[in-house]
């Protein structure tokens, strides 16, 4: 996932689709996916009319990579567990996130 999309919250916090601005937590919301346990990471645009909207999904412990057209139709999504995404190191290193919540640290709500 990184070599196609890059390091998780390195890509924008918003994103011009069809013209119009949006947040990543409003295109999340736009495509039903700003759901508890769903925390956005960044959002990319492929081409203009092929994007991508990355979120950590708490539940599966997984970081999503929602690919969407213009149009906010569904493409295709890439889902990858945690512990494959992030280095060993940093999941040992568990003082380094929210201890609350005990989340990536590239993520936001």
Same mark, same amino acid.
Not at 19 to 30: C, D, H, K, N
Not at 44 to 52: G, K, N, R, W
């Given at each position: 996932?990184e070599a196609r999309f890059g390091p998780p919250g390195t890509g924008r916090r918003e994103l011009r689709i069809a013209? *119009? $601005?949006?947040?990543? @937590?409003?295109?999340? #919301?736009?495509?039903?996916?700003?759901?508890? &346990?769903? %925390?956005?990471?960044?959002? +990319?645009? +492929?081409? $203009?009319? !092929?994007?991508?909207?990355?979120?950590?999904?708490?539940?599966?412990? %997984?970081?999503? #990579?929602?690919?969407?057209? @213009? *149009?906010?139709?569904?493409? &295709?999504?890439?889902?990858? !567990?945690?512990?494959?995404?992030?280095?060993?190191? #940093? +999941? &040992? @290193? @568990? =003082?380094?996130? $929210?201890? *609350?919540? =005990?989340? $990536?640290?590239?993520? =936001? =709500?």
């Amino acid at each position: 996932m990184e070599a196609r999309f890059g390091p998780p919250g390195t890509g924008r916090r918003e994103l011009r689709i069809a013209g *119009q $601005p949006y947040t990543v @937590a409003e295109v999340m #919301a736009r495509l039903g996916l700003a759901v508890e &346990g769903c %925390r956005t990471i960044d959002g +990319l645009e +492929l081409s $203009p009319t !092929h994007f991508v909207v990355r979120y950590y999904d708490a539940e599966e412990q %997984r970081v999503v #990579a929602y690919e969407f057209d @213009a *149009q906010f139709r569904y493409l &295709g999504e890439t889902r990858v !567990h945690v512990a494959e995404w992030v280095a060993e190191d #940093a +999941l &040992g @290193a @568990a =003082s380094a996130w $929210p201890e *609350q919540e =005990s989340l $990536p640290p590239w993520t =936001s =709500s």
